[in-house]
């Protein structure tokens, strides 16, 4: 069982938004990767936003289901989904939180990830996503690009890489 978790990079988004959130370089010495984000969209409404490795948006699948308190779906995307921020015209100030896990993201086999998403609207409208995602490919993480799929993060918007040991 993991007992080490160690922050390796934090952005947080500046004044205009971002296109997206990077981390680069990820270094080889740790079993499995954790994002923490904290985000918001610049776009009208709740979008989606998806998350890629090393560079590169292909061979990106995943199941995810889906809750907003009325209605359930469930599906997939051949795509890297990631889950629901609010956007400009939900509640003020209101922000996602997501925790992405990667395990074992050096190993020379397939990568698969899950994450937990939730986001609010004041009380008024809140989703819950749950995804098991895998990148089809073998070569070890080394970056990963967070993105909206319209518009650009918003300011405040905040992402943390943890690192986790087992020792």
């Not at 009208?44 to 590169?56: A, D, E, K, R, S």
């Not at 996602?96 to 190993?107: E, F, G, L, R």
């Not at 998403?117 to 080394?142: D, F, H, K, P, R």
Request: proline share 3%; net charge negative; glycine share 10%.
């Amino acid at each position: 069982m993991a007992n080490t978790y160690e922050a390796i990079a934090t952005v947080t988004v500046g004044s205009g938004g971002a296109a997206n959130i990077e981390f680069t370089s990820i270094p080889a010495t740790y079993t499995d990767l954790i994002v923490l984000t904290s985000l918001r969209g610049t776009s009208n409404g709740w979008q989606g936003w998806n998350l890629y490795f090393n560079n590169t948006n292909t061979n990106l699948t995943n199941r995810y289901l889906l809750g907003d308190g009325s209605s359930p779906a469930s599906g997939n995307f051949s795509a890297g989904y990631g889950g629901t921020i609010p956007g400009t015209n939900t509640t003020a100030n209101t922000f996602d939180n997501s925790n992405i896990y990667i395990p074992n993201y050096t190993a020379s086999n397939n990568k698969s990830y899950s994450a937990d998403n939730v986001a609010e609207n004041n009380a008024t409208t809140g989703y819950q996503n749950l995804i098991a995602g895998l990148w089809s490919n073998t070569s070890a993480i080394t970056q990963i690009t967070l993105y909206p799929q319209a518009g650009n993060f918003a300011q405040y918007s905040t992402a943390t890489l943890y690192g986790i040991k087992n020792s």
